[in-house]
Structures are given as structure tokens and as C-alpha cells.
């Protein structure tokens, strides 16, 4: 969640209570995350799903760049959100996290040194990845756990990234930088080499998706982002563009429709 101010807060939730007053039959949605719902450079996922359902959802928006899944569904993020699930019972809780969890510095702790023959899956054979791993799996058990309390017919939807480019392409905005998040730090574990390079992160995304498939069933769905982001919708390393932006939001949107039909 990002940091906001308490008076902030509630002027936020007062305008969604009165959509959910107002537009009885809309949707009632609830979203948290990182930057691909909350990307400030250009319009996000979720800037574009709401355009797309021509803004005739209730939308609670949360989200906040650089948040990490850990650090939303921590004891205190869990609570809140608890909170608010109770008192607004949504029909769907949109979540996109994981990604910070498993990219930038830390990279130095979960790729192992580079050894021959290279191999992707032994690269990332180290304890550091297993355990953030079962920190990340517990966080999502918590928050199902939370959900079938408080707010059983509520859907998690959320997704699985895509097939990132260690590219060393930073983000800028406003005369500021950010990242790069993939490249420097493989570079410095010794894999220099653009193939091996991207197949580690590739072999990352795909273990990513593999954790978040485990709980996939009628009430927590996965979009699967990895065929619809082409190598050429990367604004950087870790942020498509805004078509690409505006392609997983259609993907989104398509899911959400077929969850809610004559919701969306």
C-alpha cells in the first residue's frame, strides 16, 4: 500500500463507498501491488482496465511502486486489507506482487556464482531464493486464508509477470532513475553472456508462476502474462510499455468478463 496519509485514506474510501451506494450493479473491486498497477510514466494496468470498463467498477485502488508481496500481505498489510474485505465484501481482489520480491540487489544473495557448464536451474539453486520462495508462498496462503474468513465469494485475480529482458534499461521520470534491477547484478555474479542472462530470468519468472499456480482454483485466478508481452513492449527492464501495459489490461479485462459475466 502506498504511503498516504490517513485523511487521504479516507477520502479515498469515501468516494468508493459512494460508487458502491451510487452503482449498486457495479463490480466491487479492491486492488493492491506494485508498479505494473501503479507505473506513474504512462497509463498501468490498472489506469487501462479501468478505461476499458468504461470506469463502471467500484474501485478501491491501494497500490504503490516498488511494493513487494511480502510487504503487502505483512501482519500489518493483512489486517487492513482484512478490514476492508469485511466491511465491503468485493467481488474480486486484484493483486499484482511477487516481482519486486525477487529482482534487484538481492539478486546477489539468490544467483548462485557462475559455474561450467552454465545451467539456469543451478544458478538459482541457492537457499536464499528457496526461502524468499516460502516466505512468498506463505504470504499468499495468509492472504487466502484471510479472504475465505472474511469475504468468501471474493476472487483473487492476480498474475504471473512476464519474460523480462536484463536489458540495463532504467526507468526515468520526472529527472529521476530507477534501476536497473536484473543486469548489473547477474553481471556481477559472473554471467556476462545476454543468452545465459536472460535465461536465468526467464527460469525465474518460470519458477514465479509455478508458486503462484499452486493455489489457482475457482476463487484465485492467474492471468498468465508471458505470451502476451512481445520483446519489443519492454520500456525497461522490468515495466513494458504502455501497449504492452495496454495488452495485459485486455487480457485482464477478458478474464474479469468471463469470472463476472454482466459485471464487466
Known amino acids: 500500500m502506498p504511503e498516504i496519509s490517513w485523511t487521504q485514506m479516507r477520502h479515498l474510501e469515501q468516494f468508493f463507498f459512494h460508487s458502491i451506494h451510487d452503482f449498486p450493479n457495479y463490480p466491487i473491486v479492491l486492488c493492491d501491488g506494485d508498479s505494473w498497477f501503479a507505473y506513474p510514466i504512462y ?8 478505461e476499458m470498463a468504461q470506469h463502471r467498477m467500484s474501485l478501491l485502488r491501494l497500490e504503490g511502486s516498488g511494493d513487494e508481496l511480502i510487504g503487502i500481505l505483512d ?43 552454465f545451467n539456469a536451474a543451478a544458478a538459482l539453486d541457492t537457499a536464499a531464493l528457496a526461502a524468499r520462495f516460502d516466505a512468498m508462498k506463505n504470504a499468499y496462503e495468509r492472504l487466502i486464508a484471510a479472504r475465505d474468513e472474511v469475504a468468501p465469494r471474493c476472487r483473487i485475480v492476480t498474475h504471473g509477470y512476464a519474460r523480462a529482458i536484463p536489458s540495463g534499461k532504467k526507468a526515468h521520470y520526472l ?73 495485459c489490461a485486455r487480457e485482464l479485462h477478458a478474464k474479469l468478463k468471463e469470472l463476472l459475466p454482466g459485471k464487466f
Open 43 to 50: 497509463a498501468n494496468i490498472i489506469d487501462q482496465l479501468d
Open 75 to 117: 501482519t500489518g498489510g493483512l489486517a487492513s486489507l482484512k478490514k476492508l474485505m469485511k466491511r465491503y465484501t468485493p467481488d474480486v481482489f486484484l493483486l499484482s506482487a511477487g516481482g519486486n520480491d525477487i529482482v534487484g540487489p538481492e539478486l546477489l544473495t539468490f544467483v548462485a556464482e557462475r559455474t561450467s557448464p
Open 175 to 247: 529527472g529521476f532513475t530507477s534501476g536497473p534491477w536484473l543486469k548489473p547484478f547477474l553481471e556481477a555474479r559472473n554471467y556476462t553472456d545476454p543468452i545465459e542472462q536472460r535465461a536465468i530470468v526467464d527460469e525465474l519468472m518460470s519458477r514465479f508462476n509455478t508458486l503462484v499456480d499452486q493455489f489457482v482454483g475457482p476463487r484465485f485466478v492467474k492471468v498468465d502474462f508471458r505470451h502476451v508481452i512481445s520483446d519489443d513492449e519492454w520500456g525497461n527492464e522490468i515495466h513494458p510499455t504502455r501497449h504492452g501495459f495496454e495488452d
